[in-house]
C-alpha cells in the first residue's frame, strides 16, 4: 500500500520532467538552427535586404 502510494507521483515527476526535456531541446535546438542559418549566409541576406530598404 505505502509503494504504489510513493510510486504514483514518482511516475508523474518523470513524465512531467520529460515534457519539460523536450521543450527545452526543441527550444535549443532551434536556437541552434538559427543561429546555424545566420554562420552560412542564409540569414545574412535576409539581414542585408532590410538594411537596404531601411536605407532608402
Known sequence: MMRSAFVTPLLHFN???AQM???LWA???GR???DFRL???A???DVLLTNKQEHR
Open 21 to 23: 526535456g523536450a521543450c
Open 39 to 41: 554562420m552560412t549566409g
Open 15 to 17: 513524465n512531467l520532467s
Open 32 to 34: 541552434v538552427h538559427s
Open 27 to 29: 527550444d535549443i535546438g
Open 43 to 45: 540569414g545574412q541576406k
